[in-house]
């Protein structure tokens, strides 16, 4: 199936798409039932889902659509997870999915990765004052697509304190990239990032 169709087939073809993702969730849960047989509680975040639903500037589709399909499956993953296990769940997407949080939060996902704060809609205080202490954010720690690759070192100095002090209290944080470092990022802003963090993120947090 093409992504275009599989976008279609979310209105179209809804049972079967609902069918589709609960079929997904037997074959995960039954993984992961491997995995906790092989290593037992050595785990401590399983990562459940890498695909993307939102673009730069919105969801890909409406929040309804994403708590009638897709929320059934990521529910029953997550309980079996809780109920069987101590191991966090760790589900990534790119994008503006500020609406897609709430019923995120509501199947019982521990922790939320890139978090793209420079996408629409993903502003770090906005974030961190609807969904924090509710969600782990997995990320948001510094912009991959403007501040990184673009910004002076203090541009990225400044960047990553002022996240850290934004997503940081009370914990419920981890600072990460919003994604992958890509190439031609400057040596010096890598390394300042990684000063300041060290400098910047560490309790108690400065103001």
């Given at each position: 199936?093409?992504?275009?169709?599989?976008?279609?087939?979310?209105?179209?073809?809804?049972?079967?798409?609902?069918?589709?993702?609960?079929?997904?969730?037997?074959?995960?849960?039954?993984?992961?039932?491997?995995?906790?047989?092989?290593?037992?509680?050595?785990?401590?975040?399983?990562v459940i889902s890498t695909a993307d639903y939102g673009t730069q500037r919105s969801e890909m589709f409406s929040p309804a659509?994403?708590?009638?399909?897709?929320?059934?499956?990521?529910?029953?993953?997550?309980?079996?997870?809780?109920?069987?296990?101590?191991?966090?769940t760790f589900y990534h997407s790119c994008g503006s999915i500020r609406n897609l949080i709430d019923p995120l939060i509501e199947a019982g996902v521990d922790s939320l990765n890139p978090v793209q704060v420079s996408a629409a809609?993903?502003?770090?205080?906005?974030?961190?004052?609807?969904?924090?202490?509710?969600?782990?954010?997995?990320?948001?720690?510094?912009?991959?697509?403007?501040?990184?690759?673009?910004?002076?070192?203090?541009?990225?100095?400044?960047?990553?304190?002022?996240?850290?002090?934004?997503?940081?209290?009370?914990?419920?944080?981890?600072?990460?990239?919003?994604?992958?470092?890509?190439?031609?990022?400057?040596?010096?802003?890598?390394?300042?990032?990684?000063?300041?963090?060290?400098?910047?993120?560490?309790?108690?947090?400065?103001?």
């Amino acid at each position: 199936m093409t992504f275009p169709d599989w976008m279609v087939s979310l209105i179209t073809e809804k049972s079967y798409m609902y069918d589709f993702y609960q079929v997904s969730a037997d074959v995960a849960i039954e993984n992961l039932q491997a995995y906790h047989d092989a290593v037992g509680e050595r785990i401590e975040a399983v990562v459940i889902s890498t695909a993307d639903y939102g673009t730069q500037r919105s969801e890909m589709f409406s929040p309804a659509v994403f708590e009638e399909l897709f929320i059934p499956a990521f529910r029953r993953i997550n309980d079996w997870v809780h109920a069987n296990t101590n191991w966090k769940t760790f589900y990534h997407s790119c994008g503006s999915i500020r609406n897609l949080i709430d019923p995120l939060i509501e199947a019982g996902v521990d922790s939320l990765n890139p978090v793209q704060v420079s996408a629409a809609n993903m502003d770090p205080p906005g974030l961190q004052r609807d969904f924090g202490g509710r969600i782990v954010f997995w990320g948001g720690g510094i912009d991959t697509q403007n501040v990184l690759p673009f910004g002076s070192v203090e541009e990225v100095r400044d960047q990553v304190r002022e996240h850290i002090n934004i997503f940081g209290p009370g914990g419920g944080f981890v600072f990460s990239t919003v994604h992958n470092i890509q190439a031609k990022v400057p040596t010096e802003n890598i390394l300042g990032m990684y000063d300041a963090v060290h400098e910047f993120g560490r309790y108690p947090l400065e103001a």
